[in-house]
């Protein structure tokens, strides 16, 4: 019986992955895909893992996969790049239960640090690819997915965007269909990719491509619709939504679901019956090409931009239709609001000491941290890519002990759930090569960035089951550094005294800051832990504030200067009382007022340890 629902585009596939019989699922938290795992987790029928970093995901699923069941696994466009290694293995040795790799990119980069288009990942590693345009098409097409994926031996590609990942809409859902687990028989020359081995899978993997040709061809998900011979529009993914929009029933369409290997027939046949070939796509011109390939003129980035999103209002202005009526907003009535540190987060009070060394230069890394490079703080120099920061500044510092006269230091900053993804392996190379770098791991016993999931550092698995935390101390001593100090980074002494004792060093050395994310739901091992959690707030005692502002100076949000007066008072609904701002005012103007109680009304977690 089916139900309908109204679902995002990845609780829908979610949804699909369960009617598909899927048995295993694992995924590195990113958005816009996070939601994918979250949902599946609530599924029963399926396990579904947090795993330390994106490759880890995919090589688990993999497994899964040769085992003989459905898996899947997931994950934001830039952690393909980690998953690539597999990936393009895999490709080579087939599946045995059906698997699929879904790809949630980003056009717009409105949380992400490039705007790769993952659709070359599909022809790079020679994998089919499908990309839905909506929620119920995200659902429909898992099942698709799973069946190209058993049919032709292969992974399976399943490119989401961010419209498509979190848009919402009205989903027919149906039952799940018991997919058993195919028996696993022991195969060499298919699952094991020496030289001899894998020169003959490369022969197949072609081979399987002519014949997914020939399938995307005939597939249902390559559709055309007919309105008149004035206008044709290509397009795949949502992008087919927008032009739908602008374009309306003046314009016939083919519309692309099965996009890798492209539907050449389909392409020409619909190229030949139009006037004018209009080709909507976001990122880059992979559909372009391929046209312009077949022989056929077509009008695609030389009109639209070839950067960020295709939405309606984007391609209007491209075609020179103008805008639609819509209201204005007053620039002058809008205040600038640049991204800044929660009220009580535990990375304010480092990044405050930090910022007044001008000694230093610091290496960042993905996270809410990153943060750290902006006003009032100054104090990041750079950051590219994940597990990053401790590997690059390894290097940075390795030049800098080129230059004669050069007393610079290289600090490095990572988070403790980023630390697991890629930052030993870095920290590996920092102790092995000798460095003189300071490697700080920011532990804030949460992921989070992307909306607060386990990871190996906080003692619970995705679907809220007790698990082994990892003793960070005890896993960097592991990696071979000999100088390791653990601080409480809202107390400012402790910062500085930490970081003098590492500069003071000619060798590595690991601070470690541990304290929740203001944000995080606690446990009652987190209260125990930290019983100065929700112990009171701070306040200003007006008589005694001289207006120097000094407090300003950490950044904290719950901090507000009355200008009239040149006094600044706390805002109670934000402050939770970390003292940063009252250790920092001369005039001991700032006071807290502690409460009975240390656990705020809320704020404790149900079993499952905090997730958001």
């Not at 399976?156 to 058993?180: A, N, Q, Y």
């Not at 007919?226 to 602008?246: I, P």
């Not at 610091?362 to 590997?391: H, Q």
């Not at 809220?464 to 990892?470: A, F, L, N, Q």
Request: proline share 6%; aromatic share 8%; hydrophobic share 40%.
């Amino acid at each position: 019986m089916s139900v309908r629902k109204l679902l995002t585009g990845n609780e829908a596939v979610a949804q699909g992955a369960w009617e598909a019989g899927v048995r295993f699922a694992s995924a590195y938290p990113g958005t816009p895909s996070t939601e994918i795992l979250e949902t599946i987790a609530e599924y029963e029928g399926i396990v579904a893992e947090w795993a330390p970093n994106e490759k880890v995901a995919f090589e688990a699923a993999m497994g899964g996969a040769f085992a003989g069941a459905r898996t899947l696994a997931s994950m934001k466009h830039v952690g393909v790049n980690v998953a690539a290694d597999p990936l393009l293995t895999m490709a080579y040795m087939g599946v045995n239960g059906g698997f699929v790799l879904v790809t949630a990119d980003e056009p717009g980069q409105h949380s992400s640090q490039n705007e790769q288009d993952n659709r070359r990942y599909a022809a790079f590693a020679k994998v089919p690819m499908l990309e839905p345009s909506d929620s119920q098409e995200s659902k429909d097409m898992m099942r698709v997915a799973y069946e190209v994926s058993e049919a032709f031996d292969t992974p399976v590609l399943f490119r989401m965007t961010t419209r498509v990942c979190h848009s919402k809409g009205i989903v027919e859902c149906g039952e799940r269909t018991e997919v058993p687990v195919r028996t696993y028989v022991k195969d060499v020359r298919k699952y094991i990719t020496v030289p001899a081995f894998a020169q003959k899978m490369r022969v197949r993997v072609e081979e399987r491509m002519k014949r997914l040709a020939e399938y995307s061809d005939a597939s249902p998900l390559n559709a055309i619709e007919w309105n008149g011979r004035a206008v044709g529009v290509v397009a795949s993914g949502v992008c087919f939504r927008y032009a739908k929009e602008v374009f309306g029933d003046a314009a016939s369409y083919l519309k692309l679901g099965f996009t890798h290997p492209l539907p050449d027939a389909r392409l020409k046949e619909f190229c030949a019956g139009v006037e004018t070939v209009y080709v909507v796509e976001e990122n880059d011109p992979i559909i372009e090409e391929r046209i312009r390939i077949l022989g056929f003129a077509c009008r695609g980035k030389d009109l639209f931009p070839p950067y960020g999103e295709m939405t309606p209002d984007v391609l209007r202005k491209a075609l020179g239709r103008g805008e639609l009526p819509h209201l204005e907003a007053s620039p002058e009535r809008i205040v600038p609001r640049p991204p800044g540190l929660c009220a009580g987060c535990p990375h304010r009070g480092f990044f405050h000491e930090v910022g007044k060394r001008k000694n230093l230069v610091v290496a960042g890394d993905i996270g809410c941290y990153t943060l750290g490079f902006t006003e009032p703080y100054n104090a990041m120099d750079y950051n590219a890519c994940m597990g990053a920061s401790i590997s690059s500044g390894h290097g940075f510092q390795q030049v800098l002990d080129m230059v004669p006269g050069e007393k610079r230091r290289v600090l490095s900053v990572i988070g403790d759930s980023t630390f697991f993804h890629t930052g030993v392996n870095s920290l590996l190379d920092v102790a092995y090569n000798r460095s003189r770098t300071v490697s700080v791991i920011l532990d804030n016993r949460i992921t989070g960035m992307t909306g607060h999931q386990q990871n190996p550092g906080t003692g619970y698995t995705l679907q809220g089951k007790p698990t082994k935390e990892v003793d960070l101390v005890a896993l960097v001593r592991a990696c071979g550094i000999e100088h390791v100090v653990t601080i409480d980074p809202n107390d400012l002494t402790a910062v500085r005294n930490a970081l003098d004792w590492a500069l003071s060093l000619d060798e590595p050395s690991v601070i470690i800051t541990v304290w929740p994310c203001v944000l995080k739901k606690m446990t009652q091992a987190d209260l125990s832990r930290f019983p100065d959690l929700f112990s009171g707030k701070c306040r200003v005692i007006e008589e005694k504030c001289i207006g120097c502002r000094m407090c300003l100076r950490t950044g904290c949000p719950s901090l507000i200067y009355d200008a009239a007066k040149n006094k600044v008072w706390i805002d109670p609904a934000q402050c939770v009382g970390c003292t940063v701002c009252k250790q920092v005012c001369k005039p001991e103007a700032i006071v807290k007022d502690f409460k009975e109680t240390a656990a705020a009304p809320g704020a404790l977690a149900g079993a499952k340890g905090g997730k958001g």
